[in-house]
């Protein structure tokens, strides 16, 4: 499948900055069911870019920009070929041992509520892959769909208690619900057609690790394994840790962000 991505985001501040910096998590890379076909990023003033990676071996790119500036659009454009995978991982660099991605976040912490849903879903299951689509499943029909713009700084634990949630907080659920039972698992960011055309942030999933196998996607939006719909891009322990923009600025007033999201398959 091919995959087109606009991807906008535009700060604007109530005082001019002096100075920003941005890590941009918004470049997927090559592996072995995806591919880039093309990919930039434009900024609408005057920056400087350098790319790199993160801690948890992500590709990014720092953005520095001086002032005085009242808003900035970045903006994300390009075409990725994605073929089905089964939902396994392949072909990614990894920066960190399996067992790093077993550890608590303050958005992803331990929850008794969470583990106890986990293990009442999975007493029966056959083996560790049953056990996890099972409980992607289950974490799929519990909740309703929530298309919005997740709630800043909403843990997996709060999410757990609400009858809506957003592909943010379904993936954090299922990190925190795997780790309970002692599987590592991690949060994944990145483009995807199943929420619709446009929405106002990427899609956000889960990939737990399973012995022999290696990385398997999950995605609780939907119930099943990322397929070809989806381009991945980050991951970490948690959303922050894989958030598309993230950074500082040198100035007074307040900011306020838009974002916009089209993906289509062409």
């Keep these: 499948m091919r995959l087109s991505i606009d991807h906008r985001t535009v700060y604007r501040f109530s005082e001019p900055q002096s100075r920003l910096v941005q890590m941009l998590r918004m470049t997927p890379e090559n592996s ?37 500036i009242a808003d900035i659009e970045i903006a994300v454009r390009g075409e990725v070929l994605t073929s089905h995978s089964d939902g396994v991982v392949r072909g990614v660099s990894e920066a960190l041992p399996p067992a790093v991605f077993l550890r608590a976040t303050e958005a992803t912490p331990r929850d008794p509520a969470i583990a106890a849903f986990a293990a009442g879903i999975t007493a029966a299951a ?23 713009r997740p709630e800043p700084g909403l843990s997996a634990a709060a999410a757990f208690d609400r009858p809506t949630a957003t592909s943010r907080d379904l993936a954090q659920i299922f990190a925190v619900a795997a780790r309970s039972l002692d599987v590592p698992a991690r949060y994944v960011t990145g483009y995807s057609i199943v929420e619709g055309a446009t929405r106002p942030t990427p899609h956000g999933w889960a990939e737990a690790f399973v012995e022999g196998l290696g990385w398997v996607g999950f995605d609780p939006f939907t119930g099943r394994s990322p397929q070809e719909e989806s381009v991945r891009v980050a991951a970490a322990l948690d959303a922050a840790g894989a958030a598309p923009v993230a950074g500082s600025r040198l100035g007074e007033g307040e900011e306020e962000l838009d974002v ?5 398959a062409q």
């Design 32 to 68: 072995h069911d995806q591919t880039v076909a093309r990919w930039r990023i434009d900024v609408d003033c005057d920056v400087k870019m350098r790319r790199g990676r993160d801690g948890f071996g992500n590709a990014i790119t720092m953005l520095y920009a001086e002032g005085p």
């Design 260 to 264: 916009a999201v089209t993906v289509s």
């Design 126 to 148: 056959d083996g560790v892959v049953g056990m996890l689509h099972g409980l992607n499943r289950a974490i799929h029909a519990r909740f309703t769909a929530d298309r919005a």
